[in-house]
């Protein structure tokens, strides 16, 4: 079965930092691309980050750049996203998802497994 969990969310003070932690597992192929997005309320779903299957390659949304950045460990299964100078506008559930195959991308419909979230609130 399929499943990805998403963890290190919670509360923090702009200018801090999170990790967020993607574990993976059930996936009968080793090579998958996973992209972190997130919604915040009454916003649509939006691509932040993502990374090849290899990990050599990733990619940002423009409004996270030089702020957060992805890496995976695939001996432990999971995908980081280490979110730095946090401001309150990056409040939001962050989701991570993957898919089958090598590349990455930001967009949403290019993933068919889905986590359940994790919240993250940067507010003082």
């Known amino acids: 079965q399929l499943q990805l969990v998403e963890s290190g969310g919670g509360l923090v003070q702009p200018g801090g930092s999170l990790r967020l932690s993607c574990a993976a597992s059930?996936?009968?192929?080793?090579?998958?691309?996973i992209g972190w997005f997130r919604q915040a309320p009454g916003k649509e779903r939006e691509g932040v980050s993502c990374i090849s299957a290899s990990g050599g390659s990733t990619d940002y949304a423009d409004s996270v750049k030089g702020r957060f950045t992805i890496s995976r460990d695939n001996a432990k299964n999971t995908v980081y996203l280490q979110m730095n100078s946090l401001k309150p506008e990056d409040t939001a559930v962050y989701y991570c998802?993957?898919?089958?195959?090598?590349?990455?991308?930001?967009?949403?419909?290019?993933?068919?497994?889905w986590g359940q979230g994790a919240q993250v609130t940067v507010s003082s």
């Open positions: 059930g996936f009968t192929r080793d090579y998958y691309a």
């Open positions: 998802a993957a898919r089958y195959g090598l590349g990455c991308s930001l967009g949403l419909r290019e993933y068919d497994y």
